[in-house]
């Protein structure tokens, strides 16, 4: 995993529902836990576009449902600046479910709708399976 170049604002915290936009069964989630968030005390966790999160999967197939999964955030609703001065936001939030983050392997095999390049700095194998990259 890398660092990113753009300042990412957290814009998502735990108790958020997103969107799965790949085709690995699930539909709905909601974000749990953010993977290396050091915080305070009473702070809720956050997270951004390029982040790793484990998610609890609402709706879906009866054999993800109701299942812990690690996702990566593709997108989200609150704007950030990318270095070149651009602020970039989306129309909804939206994460993938991943089948082995070390390696950056997605289990679907399409996504559907636009994916930020931060995450595609962050994890290079997505670039295989995205259709739009913003």
Same mark, same amino acid.
Request: with cysteine.
């Given at each position: 995993?890398? $660092?990113?170049?753009? *300042? =990412?604002?957290?814009?998502?915290?735990? $108790?958020?529902?997103? *969107? =799965?936009?790949?085709?690995?069964?699930?539909?709905?989630?909601m974000i749990i836990s953010v993977r290396g968030f050091k915080g305070l005390r009473k702070r809720q966790p956050s997270c951004g576009v390029g982040d790793v999160v484990t998610c609890t999967v609402k709706t879906g197939n009866t054999e993800m449902k109701h299942q812990k999964?690690?996702?990566?955030v593709i997108r989200q609703r609150k704007e950030y600046r990318r270095k070149s001065g651009v602020r970039v936001k989306f129309e909804d939030n939206a994460v993938i479910v991943m089948k082995d983050i070390k390696k950056g392997e997605a289990k679907g095999t399409v996504i559907k709708g636009p994916i930020a390049r931060e995450a595609i700095e962050r994890f290079n194998m997505l670039t295989k399976i995205a259709s739009i990259v913003a």
């Open positions: 995993m890398k $660092g990113l170049k753009a *300042k =990412v604002s957290r814009g998502l915290t735990t $108790g958020t529902f997103v *969107k =799965v936009a790949d085709n690995s069964g699930a539909k709905d989630a999964v690690q996702c990566v």
